[in-house]
């Protein structure tokens, strides 16, 4: 009885264990990836619907996750950030958060500095530019 | 089973004693009663809690979706990870038990002072919940 408690304890340790791994290889895998219900094409909650708006904005690349079609990756993701919620975004390999952060960092600028930390310059950035020369030239005259 | 028994019926108990000592309206919404006290742990100098769930496909006076507005003097410092953890941390049980979504506006009283105080509301339902 005690060995088979033990074993099916190990087990799960085991599990768990090779889930974590699983999942921290999976954010390494792109400099950006976000963990979402759906898929870009077509989020299924606002929450994701709205980091997806968001990284359109920007013109950033990412590996998107569909949690709603693997349940073990659902509750394997709450458990690698210990964070309840889903979207998660991870920028090179770390968690940067969810909707409420993503859209914060959007509208204070963070995200176009964390984009560039890892080499991504936000379309944003040079649509900014671009219109900023406008602007010079347009003063020149 | 008998510890999951047992377990629920202190939560229930629990629960009850919870409901009695609060007005028969706040009894009618127990799951944002206990996220107004357990916030109180961060002595908030502004709190809102928004009952979001009615944007969502579930029946009507359910208790699934919040957004809660949080001004704390605890926030200075903190980075925005670090304070949503903080509210994630304290509403554990809540976020375990029947809430789906919760979406955090978490600042300093200085942050919330130069804020217009103006919360927008959460973006729509796209028809996930459920699975």
Known sequence: ?141 | MYKFVTSRIQSYSRLYAFQRSMSSSSAEKPIEGAIRTKLQELNPSHLDILNESYMHNVPKGAETHFKVIVVSEKFNGQPLIKRHRMVNELLQTELQNGVHALSIVAKTPDQWKDSSNVVEPSPACRGGFGK
């Open chain 1, 1 to 141: 009885m005690f060995g088979m408690t033990a074993a099916r304890f190990a087990l799960t340790i085991r599990t768990f264990a090779s889930k974590a791994d699983k999942i921290g290889n999976l954010v390494k895998q792109n400099k950006v990836v976000v963990f979402m219900k759906g898929v870009p094409e077509a989020p299924k909650c606002g929450f994701s619907n709205a980091v997806v708006q968001i990284m359109r904005m920007h013109g950033v690349e990412y590996d998107a996750h569909d949690v709603l079609q693997d349940d073990d990756l659902r509750q394997g993701i709450k458990d690698f950030t210990n964070w309840p919620t889903i979207p998660q975004v991870f920028i090179n390999g770390e968690f940067v958060g969810g909707c409420d952060i993503m859209l914060q960092m959007h509208q204070n600028g963070e995200l176009i500095k964390e984009l560039k930390k890892v080499g991504i310059v936000s379309s944003l950035l040079e649509k900014e530019k671009v219109s900023s020369t406008a602007a010079s030239e347009e003063s020149k005259k």
